[in-house]
């Protein structure tokens, strides 16, 4: 179950990393797939918004996409790409 505790930490995460690299990854559908790399524009209390400065555009995604597994980001730390896992989640393995 999605607590609004397990969202809010999500936010103030991505608040910390707002206008860093990080690659997203997702289902775009039917065995189909995406992934990206983008900087964090913006955090909104049920979305994010990131810029993709490649393709030059914007698009928004929500926290609990996130916590359903449903994308997984991976943050730059200035050296390398770390996965941003939820505490909920990390529990569980």
Same mark, same amino acid.
């Given at each position: 179950?999605?607590?609004?505790?397990?969202?809010?930490?999500?936010?103030?995460?991505?608040?910390?990393?707002?206008?860093?690299?990080?690659?997203?990854?997702g289902?775009?559908?039917?065995?189909?797939?995406?992934?990206?790399?983008?900087? +964090?524009?913006?955090?909104?209390?049920? &979305?994010? %918004?990131?810029?993709? !400065? /490649?393709?030059?555009?914007?698009?928004?995604?929500?926290?609990?996409? +996130?916590?359903?597994?449903?994308?997984? &980001?991976? %943050?730059?730390?200035? !050296? /390398?790409?770390?996965?941003?896992i939820?505490?909920?989640?990390?529990?569980?393995?």
């Amino acid at each position: 179950m999605i607590c609004k505790d397990d969202i809010s930490n999500i936010k103030t995460e991505l608040d910390e990393n707002i206008g860093r690299k990080i690659i997203i990854r997702g289902a775009m559908g039917r065995k189909k797939f995406f992934e990206e790399e983008a900087v +964090i524009e913006n955090t909104y209390p049920n &979305i994010f %918004i990131v810029k993709n !400065e /490649e393709k030059e555009t914007n698009a928004s995604y929500r926290y609990t996409d +996130i916590l359903t597994n449903e994308l997984q &980001i991976s %943050i730059f730390n200035g !050296e /390398e790409y770390f996965p941003l896992i939820p505490a909920a989640l990390r529990t569980k393995f």
